[in-house]
């Protein structure tokens, strides 16, 4: 079983992440992590924290030799804001007579602030929010980066990009090479296939700096080349669509996630929105009328492209905050403003990248087993056969 776990405060020393179950031989290269690091640093409307941080995936576990040995992969991202933070998030209580931290009393609305500080008991919310920054998604992204190299192979490809940024909307579809392509493009700004939407999306980002405000949006993951028949209808907990859904709401911001075309579906006639069934006899396989499903279908992908899309709320950290109440105090003030983002949707875009690739790897790995890329190899191959002469 493929599993991850991730551990690291916002200002402490590094994040950490450890993935168990990788098979030995899948080719890693740090660069492409690296790469997917700073896409997630990226975007027009970031705050100055991601102009201090550099982001870089130092293994120091389970690869050897740029392929993996089977063993748990470990992975540190530093830091670098530590080295300001020392005092305030000191490991060891040296006392002292100046009280070095920087309490967060003021809890802001739409974060984990109030809950987070009720439920463990800090009058202070400093080590809550610490914890629940999407600052720990670095961690999730160089997971994601090894899910995506045990995919590759296979002729697996995960990408993602900007449908919609507060109210402006991406109005025509993207084709894969568009959206692959976006991984590679310089400055990312707001990660829209289409110049003039970006333009727009930038004009409502410009609005929300200018007002003290934040933004929300819409991205969406596409994965191509996988074969049908990953994850399963048979039990609720197998279906890939909950499996996804779930990987993507779990991230920080992410209100709602649709698959496929869900929404507009909904207020479909079935006529219209079911993909029909044909069969290419020269080809051997079946093909299909459109992809709304978003290659879902009974929990199972079908061989089309999975389409899954995350709904953002606009970041909760305003500069002109809203009204709240101190937690020490109970009186009426205005929450806490530390340094943040005002747009966050192409680096949210890439978290779901690493999150759905780490679920398809998953589901990969569950179907096809073996602890060797050779042996996953016969295996995948056998299938495909299967699948052709069916
Ligand atoms: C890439 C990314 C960056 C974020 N940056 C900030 C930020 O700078 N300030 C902030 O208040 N929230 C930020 N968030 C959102 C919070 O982490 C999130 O709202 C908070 O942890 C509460 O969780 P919830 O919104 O999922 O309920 C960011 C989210 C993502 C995905």
Not at 172 to 196: F, K, M, N, T
Not at 215 to 235: D, I, N
Not at 342 to 348: G, I, L, T
């Amino acid at each position: 079983m493929l599993r991850f776990e991730t551990a690291g405060e916002s200002h402490g020393e590094c994040l950490v992440a450890t993935l168990t179950g990788l098979p030995a031989g899948i080719p890693i290269s740090v660069e492409a992590i690296d790469r997917d690091l700073w896409r997630r640093q990226q975007g027009y409307g970031r705050g100055g924290r991601m102009k201090i941080e550099n982001d870089h995936a130092e293994i120091v576990a389970g690869v050897r030799h740029s392929k993996t040995i089977g063993s748990p992969v470990a992975i540190l991202i530093r830091n670098r804001d530590w080295e300001n933070w020392k005092d305030v998030l000191a490991v060891e209580d040296t006392g002292g007579a100046e009280n070095p931290r920087k309490p967060v009393t003021r809890p802001r609305p739409g974060h984990a602030d109030l809950p987070g500080a009720l439920k463990y008991d800090f009058h202070d919310a400093r080590y809550i929010l610490e914890r629940a920054s999407a600052r720990e998604t670095a961690a999730r992204v160089a997971v994601g980066g090894l899910s995506k190299a045990l995919l590759a192979p296979f002729g697996i490809g995960i990408a993602s990009h900007s449908i919609a940024v507060g109210p402006v909307r991406l109005a025509r579809p993207a084709a894969w090479d568009e959206i692959a392509a976006l991984s590679r493009r310089e400055p990312v700004v707001l990660g829209c296939v289409d110049l003039e939407t970006e333009a727009r999306m930038k004009a409502v980002v410009d609005e929300a700096y200018r007002t003290g405000d934040t933004v929300g949006g819409v991205f969406e993951v596409v994965a191509r080349g996988l074969p049908p028949g990953l994850g399963s209808h048979v039990t609720w907990d197998t279906r890939l669509d909950g499996r996804l859904a779930q990987a993507i709401v779990s991230i920080q911001a992410v209100k709602g996630v649709e698959i496929g075309l869900a929404a507009e579906g909904a207020a479909e006639f079935g006529s219209k929105v079911q993909d029909t069934i044909h069969y290419d006899r020269e080809g051997r396989r079946f093909t299909r009328g459109a992809n709304r499903a978003g290659g879902l279908e009974g929990g199972m992908t079908n061989g089309q492209d999975v389409v899954v899309r995350g709904m953002l709320k606009p970041i909760s950290t305003l500069r002109r905050p809203l009204e709240s109440s101190d937690l020490a105090t109970k009186e009426a003030a205005p929450a806490a403003y530390e340094r943040s983002d005002v747009c966050v949707v192409p680096a949210a875009g890439v978290i779901g990248e690493a999150m759905a690739a780490f679920v398809l790897a998953q589901a990969f790995l569950e179907k096809f087993g073996g602890d060797s890329l050779p042996e996953i190899r016969r295996n995948v191959e056998g299938y495909l056969e299967q699948v052709k002469s069916f």
